[in-house]
């Protein structure tokens, strides 16, 4: 067993790190002690008059625990993803959730009435769960569900659904179209405080359950049949891990858009630090997910001086290198 | 008498319209090793997923002490049977403790079991197959030959009592088969441990097995002791082979030689 305490150690010092890199990066300069008296001059209650203590508490940190909690499940759901599918090139969105998002947050756009962005994330977990359901379901044969057709089925969809993606923009206003793009890129600008708590306990029961069942992860690698023999009741452990992984997905989509990039690779990154036994993985995953995003937002913040750019973007751009990194260092076996 | 440890009455399986068990009768009783024989296609691997649960019979009954396996809890049933199949994973980093360890899953509880407890039966079932050594090695960097030790050590220190070993010789040296046949006598011996092996090893079964199972056309063509199935006859009829059978001048076991085609 390789020694995990230093790893899990040295991890969360860098995610607390890049949460206070985050917390302190911004066009005004907020010192700690503005924090903390602006905290104290209530009593620890409600909101500081002071505007740098504001700044801090309502745009900045919220902005960094939602990166830390995006990162965080988009990495666990990949790793769930991977460990149910036994291929190292799933992600999160390999099954429908994007492009269920998608059509959801599209048809929010152009089907009700004002600009409020309110239902957006509703309706794109709407669209993200309706899709993965419909794959689930449709990928189910009498012995249960076959990877191969989860897969199969996952493309299949996926493509209808960008037909309709395309076709939805082709038949919608143009001053519409841009808003929803924008927000389908990925972003963490949305997040205010209470985005992070309509995020938490998804996030929260989603990474418990797969820590939860995480030997099973283990020995679903092996394939069904000795994972069967071992004494794991297979398809039950499968439809779990199928709409947790999900859940997490769509949940994540719902409050940020699509970030890509980030479950497929800090699996693999995670993978190369503590093997693939899930009671180590998972953790290591969260906390090395959460610090990646969070960096990566920074990045986005500050990276152009004309604004900022999708943090989307930047997992991407980061993430393909360090991905051929992982490939070649390898030897080819991500 | 209670009831046999596994059996089988007429079982019959098909695949799409190919009928490929057509009625098959096998009785095992505690501590016993079972030599499953027979020509590639026969249906010895069918044979043994029907008996570990994988498959249902389409017709017959199977039963593992009195019951059949659809009955069993998932682990209940693990700590009666093991298996060790014919495919290995390599896709995932995982060190040969690792994976050997994922077999005292059905010992376990949901937040784990006893650690010291599975760190000796892991430990075990390594020493047994010789992979101490490789212990620490990933999967993916080992030979064919290892990761089927690695199977079989996985399936030990899952702590069955019975296994089924679906030709988990294929990729070993002859060392290491004659290593493994050592391994399931003094399982048995020494823990009662009993097997049911499918294996395309003649003479090395007729060294180590108790009893033979001779497959062919769906059916049992041949069963008991290796002298009276491993025949000229019968290894004709089945693999359409011409063999010399002589008996081992140093252990007195069968020997089937094949002859060379003489046409």
Redesign the interface.
């Given at each position: 067993?390789?020694r995990t305490s230093p790893i899990l150690a040295v991890l969360l010092g860098a995610f607390l790190g890049a949460i206070a890199l985050s917390v302190s990066t911004g066009p005004t300069a907020v010192s700690l002690r503005q924090v903390v008296d602006g905290l104290t001059a209530n009593g620890w209650r409600g909101i500081p008059s002071d505007t740098g203590a504001r700044v801090v508490l309502t745009l900045r940190l919220p902005r960094a625990l939602l990166g830390a909690l995006v990162g965080g499940a988009l990495s666990s759901s990949g790793v769930a993803f991977q460990a149910l599918l036994?291929?190292?090139l799933a992600d999160p969105y390999i099954l429908g959730v994007s492009g269920g998002a998608a059509v959801g947050a599209l048809a929010a756009f152009l089907l009700l009435p004002g600009d409020s962005f309110l239902p957006l994330p509703l309706c794109a977990f709407l669209g993200a769960a309706l899709a993965a359901s419909g794959v689930f379901l449709m990928a189910r044969h009498r012995r249960g569900v076959s990877r191969e057709r989860l897969i199969l089925m996952g493309v299949v969809v996926g493509a209808f659904l960008n037909a309709l993606i395309m076709l939805m923009v082709a038949f919608s206003p143009p001053g519409k179209i841009p808003g929803a793009l924008y927000w389908l890129m990925g972003d963490l600008g949305l997040g205010t405080l209470p985005r992070v708590g309509v995020l938490l306990p998804y996030v929260a029961v989603g990474t418990g359950i797969l820590f939860?069942l995480s030997?099973g992860l283990?020995?679903l690698?092996?394939?069904d049949?000795?994972a069967?023999?071992?004494?794991?009741?297979v398809e039950k452990v499968k439809t779990a891990v199928y709409l947790t992984a999900s859940l997490l997905a769509g949940s994540v989509v719902a409050v940020s858009g699509l970030i890509g990039f980030v479950g497929l690779i800090v699996p693999h990154g995670a993978?190369?630090l503590v093997?693939?036994?899930h009671r180590r993985l998972l953790p290591v995953a969260f906390l090395l997910g959460g610090t990646f995003l969070i960096l990566a937002d920074v990045l986005a913040r500050t990276a152009s001086p004309s604004g900022e750019l999708p943090v989307g973007a930047v997992t991407a751009l980061s993430g393909a290198p360090f991905f051929l990194y992982l490939l070649r260092r390898n030897g080819g076996?991500p | 008498m209670s009831a046999a440890l596994l059996s089988a009455t007429g079982v019959r399986f098909r695949y799409r319209e190919q009928e490929v068990l057509a009625g098959v009768d096998l009785e095992m009783g505690e501590g016993e090793m079972v030599i499953l024989l027979g020509p590639n296609g026969v249906g010895k691997s069918t044979l043994l997923k029907i008996f570990s649960g994988l498959l249902p019979p389409h017709s017959g009954e199977v039963s593992l002490l009195g019951r059949p396996p659809a009955s069993y809890g998932r682990r209940e049933m693990a700590r009666l049977l093991s298996v060790v199949g014919q495919d290995l994973p390599v896709d995932f980093p995982m060190a040969v403790e690792e994976y050997v360890a994922l077999g005292r899953f059905p010992h376990q509880g949901f937040f784990g079991g006893s650690a010291a407890e599975d760190r000796e039966q892991m430990e075990r079932a390594l020493v047994m197959t010789g992979l101490m050594e490789l212990r620490r090695r990933g999967l993916g960097e080992i030979s064919a030959g290892e990761r089927q030790r690695a199977a079989v050590a996985r399936a030990i220190c899952q702590g069955a009592r019975v296994m089924l070993l679906d030709e988990p010789t294929a990729f070993l040296d002859i060392y290491h088969r004659v290593a493994f046949y050592e391994i399931l006598t003094r399982l048995k011996e020494n823990c009662g441990i009993s097997a049911l092996v499918a294996s395309h090893d003649l003479s090395l079964c007729a060294e180590y097995g108790e009893r033979i199972l001779l497959l062919s056309g769906g059916k049992v063509m041949a069963s008991g002791k290796p002298e009276e199935v491993l025949t000229p006859e019968n290894v004709w009829e089945a693999y359409g082979v011409a063999v010399t059978c002589d008996r081992n001048p140093a252990t007195g076991a069968v020997r089937v030689t094949p002859l060379r085609s003489t046409t």
């Open positions: 067993m390789r036994r291929n190292p939860l030997r283990d020995l690698l092996l394939g049949e000795p069967f023999t071992s004494g794991l009741p993978r190369v093997g693939s036994g076996k | -």
